[in-house]
């Protein structure tokens, strides 16, 4: 079953906004990681974020981790239009040999 | 380097036909992974090879689909006979090495369409 589950579903946001999603999740992991999905292609990774973490950067992108609430956030700063994708948050735990359960999604729509 | 290729990326079948499609994973990747992304949903995992080995292929409907890595670098996944409800994309993906919390490198996907 997938275990990370993302909210909101859907976002539209104005270009030069914020976009925030979160995602819950209900087992111990080891890792979180975010990707996400141009229309029609495939996944590409955007960043991992350990359990022994609780905030990571990358570019415009911020991610938090709050194990003991069992959920993370991404965040991406001053949204452009090449940021509309789905976002996806899949974990990851050593009990699993890694193996990733991924959400169903939260679409972004950034608004030029 | 080059990406994890996967061909065809379209493929319109009818029901009860076969259908194989193919993956080449980033050189060095040993592990190999096959998804399925039903429309509005993540992806699921069919299938995981280490190598040339089944790691896990637990949620693959072994009933119509089989996967195969023969010589441990690109691989094959084949269902016979379709249904409906495998219309779906699927993804191949690889990694180099689960311990570093296994980030994975994903193909762009065969879009299946079964009628």
């Known amino acids: 079953s997938q275990q990370g589950e993302e909210d909101p579903q859907a976002l539209s946001i104005q270009e030069g906004e914020n976009a925030t999603m979160n995602c819950s999740y209900k087992?111990?992991?080891?890792?979180l990681q975010w990707y996400r999905q141009n229309s029609g292609r495939g996944l590409v990774h955007l960043i991992l974020?350990?359990?022994?973490?609780r905030e990571k950067h990358s570019g415009r992108l911020r991610v938090t981790l709050d194990t003991s609430k069992k959920s993370s956030s991404l965040l991406i700063t001053a949204s452009r239009a090449a940021d509309t994708a789905s976002y996806f948050c899949?974990?990851?735990?050593?009990?699993?040999?890694?193996?990733?359960?991924f959400g169903a999604g939260t679409t972004v729509t950034v608004r030029a | 380097e080059a990406g994890v290729a996967q061909s065809p990326r379209y493929k319109i079948i009818e029901k009860r036909q076969s259908v194989a499609f193919w993956c080449n994973p980033i050189?060095?990747?040993?592990?190999l992974y096959w998804y399925q992304q039903i429309l509005g949903q993540g992806p699921k995992l069919l299938i995981q090879?280490?190598?040339?080995?089944?790691?896990?292929d637990s949620q693959l409907p072994k009933d119509r689909f089989s996967a195969e890595r023969l010589k441990g670098v690109d691989s094959t996944l084949k269902i016979q006979p379709a249904k409906l409800e495998d219309s779906a994309v699927y993804l191949c993906?690889?990694?180099?090495?689960?311990?570093?919390?296994?980030?994975?490198?994903f193909g762009p996907g065969t879009r299946l369409t079964v009628l």
């Open positions: 993906a690889s990694s180099f090495s689960v311990e570093f919390g296994n980030e994975q490198f």
């Open positions: 087992t111990s992991i080891n890792n």
């Open positions: 974020i350990r359990s022994n973490e």
């Open positions: 899949a974990t990851a735990f050593l009990g699993n040999d890694y193996k990733l359960s």
């Open positions: 050189s060095g990747h040993a592990t």
């Open positions: 090879f280490q190598n040339n080995g089944v790691v896990d």
